[in-house]
């Protein structure tokens, strides 16, 4: 159980463009779902919280225009890069929360993305 | 100050071998304490979690959290080569679990 999806696993992209992120909880429901980056040889850090049907609560130095984040639903939340820059090139990974397991985040596997 | 500091490593240990993986902290007001493993390219799998000081054990897996010091640490005994990842600790707060403040990862090299 406790399984989170991302698609898609990996993806290039020309300068400018933008990329969307999807995340999805497949057999429980979540009510807030994290967005990280990591770096190579750096620790993860968290960008975003998303919670079910509100705005989600960004971290300082993130910038919510141009990663904007959706959470349409339970089981699933969406980050796009907008515009993305070869700097934006990372390791994206989400993270779901279950309702009744407040102190657990299960994580995806991630998309690596790479900005030419 | 990083608020969560771990090693990078890399730690090499022959296959059989007792692994200690350590982790400080500078915020006294983390309550919850986690380890993370992480293959290549994949995201971190939930090994286990504490909450406040003391031991946990899972298997070959033990944790401890030491609030006096600021320190954590993971213990795997009887190490395979399968056991091969980055370990990650994580760190959070008693207020509703919206962050973990991650260290950079420990990797781990099991040789058979």
């Known amino acids: 159980g406790a399984v989170v999806s991302q698609h898609p696993s990996w993806v290039i992209c020309k300068s400018g463009t933008s990329v969307k992120i999807e995340c999805r909880s497949l057999?429980?429901?979540?009510?807030?779902m994290f967005w990280y980056r990591q770096f190579p040889k750096q620790s993860l850090m968290l960008m975003a919280t998303?919670?079910?049907?509100?705005?989600?609560?960004?971290e300082q130095g993130v910038e919510k225009d141009k990663f904007l984040i959706n959470h349409a639903s339970l089981t699933l939340s969406t980050l796009t890069v907008t515009s993305a820059h070869p700097e934006d090139s990372s390791f994206y990974i989400c993270s779901a929360r279950e309702v009744a397991r407040r102190e657990t985040q299960y994580f995806g596997p991630g998309t690596r993305l790479l900005v030419l | 100050q990083k608020e969560v500091e771990q090693d990078p490593g890399p730690l090499s240990v022959p296959e059989g071998a007792i692994v200690s993986l350590n982790c400080t902290y500078s915020n006294s007001a983390f309550q919850y304490f986690m380890w993370y493993r992480q293959y290549s390219r994949k995201g971190p799998e939930l090994l286990m979690y504490t909450y406040s000081s003391g031991n946990k054990e899972d298997g070959r897996f033990t944790a401890q959290v030491d609030k006096s010091s600021k320190y954590i640490s993971l213990f795997i005994r009887d190490s395979q080569p399968s056991d091969s990842a980055t370990y990650l600790c994580?760190?959070?707060?008693?207020?509703?679990?919206?962050?973990?403040?991650f260290g950079t990862g420990t990797r781990l090299l099991v040789s058979p």
């Open positions: 998303s919670n079910e049907g509100s705005k989600a609560t960004y």
């Open positions: 994580a760190c959070a707060m008693n207020t509703g679990f919206q962050k973990l403040v």
């Open positions: 057999d429980f429901q979540a009510t807030t």
